[in-house]
């Protein structure tokens, strides 16, 4: 990773937030903290992230599969990697996370090396898909249209 890469943590309770943050920018990630899933959403909205790590469980407001869902049906969040962070161990829920849109998941209590590592699997993955999907603009543009003119060639009106 050129830069720091900017994780986006999202969990009710504080001791969690605390800890996962100031492990996770010892080993060289940049934290933005939401203590709920609203603000989260907001802010997330506003400013950008690498990544998000978010629990599933939060009181009152919406919980973190709506969280999940509702910023999955944003463009802006159509392809961030999204680990969700929860206590539940049934498939229902492991099912759930992954219908709403997390690409991964990582049961509580959390092993924090093993947090580092999926964050910077799922970073890798998501820069990789980025690439890809330029690729295939470029693809596009150069199939439909030409490149001396930028003028759509006939393929665009076959």
Known sequence: MKNKASILVIDD?????YMISTTL???GFSIIEAASGEEGMSIYLEHSADAILLD?????GIDGFKVC???RAQQKGEHIPILM?????DMESIDKAYEVGATDFIAK???IPLLGHRLRYMLRYSETTKRLLESEQR?????YFDSLTELPNRQFFC
């Open 13 to 17: 309770d504080p001791l969690i937030r």
């Open 69 to 71: 869902e509702t910023l």
């Open 56 to 60: 599933v469980i939060m009181p009152g």
């Open 109 to 111: 209590p959390i092993n």
């Open 25 to 27: 920018e010892a080993i």
């Open 85 to 89: 962070m929860t206590s539940l161990e």
């Open 139 to 143: 693809l596009h543009r150069m199939a």
